[in-house]
């Protein structure tokens, strides 16, 4: 089989496809023939050697990838032959292997692809569209909030867009140039409650603030930080709600205490600590899609341009969320 081979730590050039032995599933698992494998800013991190400190540092060489979607075509012991031929994605957790046209995966981890939804979609859910569910339950987002998303044309960012406004809550995504335009447009069609606003335009605060009217921000979901991040916090109304995710610029947004005591603002980090309930997550997530609340923007990639892949996510060009096509 082709598969994505990694020897060493490094840039995104050490993602080199190569010839593999095709794996065999042990007990309680399963191979999948891959349809998609969903890429994640974490596999960058991997791919450097600079794991989160949740995950074990990977041995090589390996084949990266923890978000797969496919078809099952191999049974290990003690594993329920009803699913051979079944549609299923499933999120792979610390054993990767995922860059490759077939991969194994516990069958206690599969979730079956519900009808309508394409494998690339189901990818977007298992693992993005988890944290997505997540965030949401963290930002308890109601349906009277005004709610900015800076990276809106990301994989976790449209997401978290679509959510907010299937709860009813006002949407203000942010976008970082009109190369996104189109993933940013194609989120909502609701005017009345859905405002794009291009965050390389520094004037973007004011237009904000000229949509809105007499509504204020009462939410920020900031995955971006830095100088937009930054811009979207000093938004916010008294009582207003920060939800940090990351920081995609590379500068966490700078928050003070003076900051949070003036507007009795407050600041909720729900990501990086220990998640019990995934398994339910990621149900919540792959509903969303098929009851079409959801409609995860794909950027996809051959499995053998996985380096470009990787590359689009670190110098932020990506459209949606990243997946690779064997």
Known sequence: MRAIVQREFGAAGVLVVEDA???EPAEGEVRVRVAAAGVHAVDTNIRQGDSPPSMPRPSLPMTPGREV??????LGPDVDEALIGTQVVAHVGFRSGGYAE??????????TVPDGVEFAQAVAAIGTGRTAQLVLDAAVVQPNDVVVVPGASGGLGSQLVQLTLSIGAVAVALYGGSAKRAVVDGL????????ALDATDESWPSQMAALLGEREP?????????VVGRAAFEALGRGGRVVIIGCSSGEAVRIE?????????SVTVPLGRPVPQ????????????????????????????????????????????VVLIP
């Open 218 to 226: 009462s939410l920020l979901i900031d995955g971006v930080g830095g």
């Open 69 to 74: 979607a496919g078809i099952v075509d191999a």
């Open 257 to 265: 205490t003076d900051d949070l005591l003036a507007r009795s603002l």
């Open 188 to 195: 909502a069609s609701d005017a009345e409650r859905f405002f």
């Open 278 to 321: 995934l398994r339910e997550l990621e149900a919540r997530a792959l509903a969303a899609v098929a009851e079409g609340r959801v409609r995860p923007p794909v950027d996809e990639y051959p499995l053998e341009r996985a380096a470009d892949a990787h590359a689009a996510i670190e110098q932020r060009r990506q459209r949606g969320k």
């Open 21 to 23: 032995d095709v794996p």
């Open 102 to 111: 077939f991969a194994l995966a516990a069958a206690g981890a599969l979730h």
